[in-house]
């Protein structure tokens, strides 16, 4: 098992956090806790690095979509980029890429 | 070969003890070969179904406890988990991935396993639940 770390970095056009280790089901409240300053900032668009994100469990997907509702409450955008074969699958069978916009890489989903 | 034989972990019901079984199921699946793609796939079940054991089963009471029996084969590997809790109904839980349950923080713990694995079935009024999961057969190379 990895740790699960978020790491955000401050760019022009939003927030990139950086997820890295396993987002199992004992760890994904930190998901809320890492993310409420950002929220509270009303930042416009948050971007999920996710090209060290080993693992994903369902109750870390509950949170993805609770914080995606929080944003679109005043107007802001989630997007996910670079996930793995494996954690892009989960997000594919589970339909929640119909949610999430998906991207290569951070740098180009902060950007467009 | 090591790991055909059946095994037992008993769980306390709390969520830090969810990554010791996984651990244990996931090196007899190394030792025996099973891919990147098959490991997550068990890993993934096993998160959500001693989670949904322990949360949903047990009430998190510190009094119960969850058990996971498993063995691993160059072919197959089974894990049965139990909780001691009241039972439940499978076919009742929503499936998640309608569109209206799609925005629904919640539920897709059973949903994963059902992708995921070859088969799953409950038993015991659902406090048990066994999932297999059917390694990829690999054939005799052509002469």
Redesign the interface.
């Known amino acids: 098992?990895s740790a699960f770390t978020i790491d955000t970095e401050t760019r022009d056009k939003g927030v990139i956090a950086h997820l890295k280790g396993d987002a199992?089901?004992?760890h994904a409240t930190d998901i809320r806790e890492a993310f409420s300053p950002v929220l509270q900032e009303r930042v416009l668009r948050i971007v999920l690095d996710l090209s060290e994100l080993e693992?994903i469990?369902?109750?870390a997907?509950?949170?993805l979509?609770?914080l995606r509702?929080d944003l679109q409450t005043y107007g802001g955008q989630l997007r996910l980029a670079g996930a793995n074969p494996?954690v892009e699958d989960?997000f594919k069978?589970?339909?929640?890429a119909?949610?999430f916009p998906m991207f290569k890489d951070p740098d180009e989903a902060i950007s467009i | 070969m090591p790991g055909s034989a059946e095994h037992r972990l008993v769980l306390q019901s709390r969520f830090d003890e969810v990554a010791r079984a996984e651990a244990a199921v996931l090196e007899l699946a190394e030792q025996h070969g099973y891919d990147a793609t098959a490991q997550f796939a068990i890993k993934l079940s096993m998160e959500e179904a001693i989670t949904n054991a322990i949360k949903h089963g047990n009430q998190m009471d510190p009094a119960k406890s969850v058990t996971v029996t498993y063995s691993v084969t160059e072919n197959l590997a089974r894990i049965t988990v139990c909780d001691q809790g009241g039972g439940f109904t499978p076919n009742g839980v929503p499936d998640p991935t309608l569109d209206e349950n799609l925005e629904k923080p919640h539920g897709r713990g059973i949903m994963l396993i059902k992708a995921y694995m070859t088969e799953a079935s409950y038993s015991d009024c659902g406090r048990c639940l066994t999932m297999i999961k059917q390694r990829d057969c690999r054939l005799p190379e052509q002469a």
């Open positions: 098992m199992n089901n004992q693992f469990a369902s109750i997907l509950g949170e979509i609770s509702h494996h989960v069978k589970t339909r929640l119909e949610l």
